[in-house]
């Protein structure tokens, strides 16, 4: 599905927006069921994510939902 590279740029500016809840949303409902391929290139922003978490994406637990797409991703 080519349409699918068409929303890595929008997901790149959630990912790094202020929006937990939004991030939370999209890392649970959405991200897992993109391609492989597409994932691969919100990479940085997940590990970033997953690494340095704000205190509010820690209260989301976007940090977990990202390290666990990673994991996911690296199988």
Do not use: C, G
């Not at 939004?22 to 990479?43: A, C, G, H, M, S």
């Not at 690494?51 to 990202?66: I, K, M, R, Y």
């Amino acid at each position: 599905m080519p349409q699918q590279e068409n929303l890595i740029e929008p997901l790149k500016e959630i990912l790094n927006s202020n929006d937990s809840s939004w991030k939370y949303f999209l890392l649970n409902d959405f991200i897992p069921f993109l391609r492989t391929e597409v994932i691969q290139k919100l990479i940085e922003e997940l590990s970033m994510l997953s690494n340095h978490p704000t205190f509010a994406d820690q209260s989301e637990e976007v940090d977990l939902l990202a390290q666990k797409i990673l994991e996911s991703a690296n199988e």
